[in-house]
């Protein structure tokens, strides 16, 4: 399980190659309470219940076409980092690592997984994931991470607030 990854790794193909991300478990890096991770061209989950759900996607109900479409805009997103997955991660790990050590406490404490959510590829994919015709219109790439890329720590704690309300 462990090393399952490493051929998926190796057979990787650019980002712009692939039309769809099969899902497959994986519970040694996905544990439960996870939904599923886009890594390398596939979606790692921690159960088969959570792979069907992915592989049913847009065929299947609307949680699980949005939870599809959120991990297959990931994919677009990568495709604008230079159509390569190993930009996209550096840069994920980039601004994961930016946000951890830059939130302040007052935003940890009124936000959870600050770090994840505030990240510029996150903010995309969750405000975008319920738009099903959203991947049609950024088949090059997609590219609104840029934007909340720019923002402050800050701006992007609001607009997440106002989105979602709290
Ligand atoms: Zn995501």
Redesign the pocket.
Known sequence: MMFQVVPIMWRSVRPSRIADMPAVVNTFWLRKGYEGL?FFGRILTPSQEMADCFNTGAKGDRVSAAMKN??MI?LRQAQACHDSWTCFYLLYIWYWLKARCLTGRKVRRQLRHAAYLLNP??ME??GRMNDLGYLKRCEDGAREWREYARMSLQERFLRYKASHKL
């Open positions: 886009t959120h991990e990931h590829f996150e994919a969750y």
